[in-house]
């Protein structure tokens, strides 16, 4: 054997164990008030992928940047967003159960680190589960690797779950959000079967006529249900990333589908300190 391909085969066999994350271990596995105020040393664990190698250029060592056969999508959010959880539309996974436990996803493999649903791979990161000095939060859906949704989040003080909420919206691309809600919870509507997640919704009137802005419809097992006919729609695809389509809330009816989901974090110092 050359000792071209005994570097490359090396060095493919070497990307499993180098794109980790630093410092951690390898284990992959209704209220009717409304809320204006926004609370407003960095943390430096990251995923990163520092060697790819591809495989059918055997005559070309392998270097320290991404491989030239990885899609690039038409979409940077900056240096200063890390990406801590990516999910497909379609990829037969409960995210709720996911993003609630303790366990990461997929941290060992480049393309699901990418924001893009071209590579069909749910992932999450060490740091979803840490939360350790975010001062801010990006949830977003993206369709044809463009965004069509974004809503940021104060996150300073927050848990991984309690972000996620009202009082903690800071912007939005909807014209109406934030705004007063019914629901704005990741657990969505929790005193029943539903599995209606990352609920963003105005209030319950009729069904058709729900009005809302974002939900995620998860992955339901047999014995759940939905009183609704658009809650239980066409469960061979979920989960599902429903919104409306026109920046503004809209009946349930009304929603249209992404194709992916990503929660993004921003690192930093926050407004003070926070309470123990």
Same mark, same amino acid.
């Given at each position: 054997?050359?000792?071209?391909?005994?570097?490359?085969?090396?060095?493919?066999?070497?990307?499993?164990?180098?794109?980790?994350?630093?410092?951690?271990? &390898?284990?992959?596995? %209704?209220?009717?008030?409304?809320?204006?105020?926004? &609370?407003?040393?960095? %943390? &430096?664990?990251?995923?990163?992928?520092? +060697?790819?190698?591809?495989?059918?250029?055997?005559?070309?060592?392998?270097?320290?940047?991404?491989?030239?056969?990885?899609?690039?999508?038409?979409?940077?959010?900056?240096?200063?967003?890390?990406?801590?959880?990516?999910?497909?539309?379609?990829?037969?996974?409960?995210? /709720?159960?996911?993003?609630?436990?303790?366990?990461?996803?997929?941290?060992?493999?480049?393309?699901?680190?990418?924001?893009?649903?071209? /590579?069909?791979?749910? /992932?999450?990161?060490?740091?979803?589960?840490?939360?350790?000095?975010?001062?801010?939060?990006?949830?977003?859906?993206?369709?044809?690797?463009?965004?069509?949704? !974004?809503?940021? !989040?104060?996150?300073? +003080?927050?848990? *991984?779950?309690?972000?996620?909420?009202?009082?903690?919206?800071?912007?939005?691309?909807?014209?109406?959000?934030?705004?007063?809600?019914?629901?704005?919870?990741?657990?969505?509507?929790?005193?029943?079967?539903?599995? *209606?997640?990352? !609920?963003?919704?105005?209030?319950?009137?009729?069904?058709?006529?729900?009005?809302?802005?974002?939900?995620?419809?998860? *992955?339901?097992?047999?014995?759940?249900? &939905?009183?609704?006919?658009?809650?239980?729609? *066409?469960?061979?695809?979920?989960?599902?990333?429903? /919104?409306?389509?026109?920046?503004?809330?809209?009946?349930?009816?009304?929603?249209?589908?992404?194709?992916?989901?990503?929660?993004?974090?921003?690192?930093?110092?926050?407004?003070?300190? +926070?309470?123990?």
């Amino acid at each position: 054997m050359s000792s071209a391909v005994t570097w490359s085969i090396m060095c493919c066999l070497l990307v499993t164990h180098v794109v980790l994350t630093a410092g951690h271990d &390898d284990d992959d596995d %209704h209220d009717d008030d409304c809320h204006d105020d926004h &609370d407003d040393d960095h %943390h &430096d664990h990251y995923d990163h992928a520092t +060697c790819v190698c591809n495989i059918t250029a055997v005559e070309t060592p392998c270097d320290h940047s991404w491989a030239n056969h990885l899609f690039s999508p038409p979409i940077d959010f900056g240096t200063e967003w890390e990406l801590v959880f990516k999910a497909t539309a379609g990829v037969p996974m409960n995210l /709720y159960t996911l993003w609630m436990s303790d366990s990461v996803l997929h941290v060992n493999v480049p393309e699901a680190m990418i924001p893009t649903s071209h /590579y069909r791979i749910n /992932y999450k990161s060490h740091m979803a589960n840490d939360w350790t000095y975010v001062e801010e939060v990006k949830l977003v859906f993206l369709k044809n690797d463009e965004v069509v949704v !974004f809503v940021n !989040f104060n996150g300073w +003080c927050e848990d *991984r779950v309690s972000w996620f909420s009202e009082e903690n919206i800071i912007d939005s691309s909807f014209s109406d959000l934030p705004s007063c809600t019914l629901f704005t919870s990741i657990a969505g509507d929790s005193d029943s079967d539903m599995q *209606r997640r990352f !609920f963003i919704h105005d209030s319950y009137t009729c069904c058709s006529d729900d009005p809302g802005w974002i939900v995620v419809l998860d *992955r339901m097992s047999p014995q759940e249900d &939905d009183e609704c006919d658009w809650g239980i729609m *066409r469960p061979s695809e979920r989960p599902m990333f429903l /919104y409306c389509p026109d920046g503004e809330s809209c009946s349930a009816t009304s929603y249209t589908s992404a194709d992916t989901m990503l929660i993004l974090v921003r690192h930093g110092l926050g407004s003070g300190s +926070c309470e123990d």
